[in-house]
Each structure stands twice: as structure tokens, then as C-alpha cells.
């Protein structure tokens, strides 16, 4: 991995661990179910190259998950 890749890796863990600090409960477990299905689908989906696609497809399904609780818990 490239020395600008591995900080573009840490700046996104970072700031998803930031954004999960401000989070309610809701939001919190849509996030890691988001996050658990998006990772594993990304990793069998990008098959050049597994650890970019679980990393892209788990960012992608933390965000989305934690989009769907809250939605759910406001309505």
C-alpha cells in the first residue's frame, strides 16, 4: 500500500470513529449491521483486490445503516 493511501485509510477511520461518537443507539447498531453486510459484500464483490472493496462497501453500508435507523426511529 501506498504511503498516501495508508493516510487517506486512517483520515476515513478517524472520521467515522468521530461520527459514531455522536451517535444514538439507533444509529449506532444501523451502523455496524450497515457496516458488517457492506464489508462483506464489497469484499466478494471487488475480486482484484478484497481489502478495498470491504473497506469501500463497509464505509458505504455504516453509512447507509445508520441513515435507515434513523429514519426508522423517527418515523
Known sequence: MLK???IVSL???????SVTACAT???T????????IGGIAGA??????????GIIGAAI??????TIAEIGARG
Not at 466478494?44 to 472493496?53: A, C, E, L, M, S
Open 4 to 6: 498516501g493511501q495508508k
Open 11 to 17: 483520515m476515513l477511520v478517524f472520521s467515522l470513529l
Open 25 to 27: 443507539r439507533y444509529q
Open 29 to 36: 447498531e444501523g451502523a455496524v449491521t450497515g457496516g458488517a
Open 44 to 53: 466478494f464483490i471487488d475480486h482484484g483486490n478484497p481489502w478495498r472493496g
Open 61 to 66: 453500508g455504516a453509512l447507509a445503516g445508520a
